[in-house]
């Protein structure tokens, strides 16, 4: 019988310090701690029935170095968000917060804000834009087609062709 994989479980992340890597996801992306073990790990989940963590810190080992941009191994980690006033409120946190945020894009399928972690982890929080409105306006919805600091600043409206709900 052949097997299905049906979507991404979790990320474990080994981290410097667990505690301001804890803060940092639970109070600058408000992932909720659902559990901690005695090996010092701490685990996230949004939703316990759907999915038991989706995240988990483990503490690194003293003086292991951090990622670089051209390390070889994961190049970011993605949450969804539920809307574009989302996307906005936590583009605003993470300017309040300190937060490291690399870039910000329209990929035709999302608008996304690109952002490390303490440790230099690159994540990204997004939302999807629906296929009939990026389809207007895009020849290629996996791509990048320019920043949106100023939709997410709410300096200017939505661009047509682009707009997420």
């Not at 109070?27 to 759907?50: C, H, I, Q, W, Y």
């Not at 292991?64 to 906005?88: C, K, N, R, W, Y």
């Not at 020849?139 to 062709?161: A, H, M, T, V």
């Amino acid at each position: 019988m052949a097997f299905r994989i049906r979507r991404v479980g979790h990320l474990v992340l080994r981290v410097k310090d667990v505690k301001r890597s804890r803060r940092f996801f639970e109070e600058t992306l408000g992932l909720p701690v659902v559990a901690e073990n005695e090996r010092g790990m701490v685990f996230f989940s949004t939703d316990v029935k759907d999915n038991h963590h989706m995240l988990a810190l483990v503490p690194g080992k003293e003086g292991a170095a951090t990622p670089t941009p051209d390390h070889i191994g994961m190049q970011h980690v993605s949450f969804e968000l539920g809307s574009f006033a989302e996307l906005q409120e936590a583009y605003r946190r993470f300017k309040e917060n300190g937060v490291s945020v690399e870039y910000t894009t329209f990929h035709g399928i999302t608008k996304s804000v690109y952002f490390f972690d303490p440790d230099g982890n690159r994540l990204e929080v997004y939302c999807n834009v629906p296929a009939e409105e990026y389809r207007k306006l895009v020849p290629n919805p996996y791509s990048r087609y320019g920043g949106i600091e100023d939709e997410l600043e709410g300096n200017i409206p939505q661009k047509p062709g682009t707009v997420a709900p």
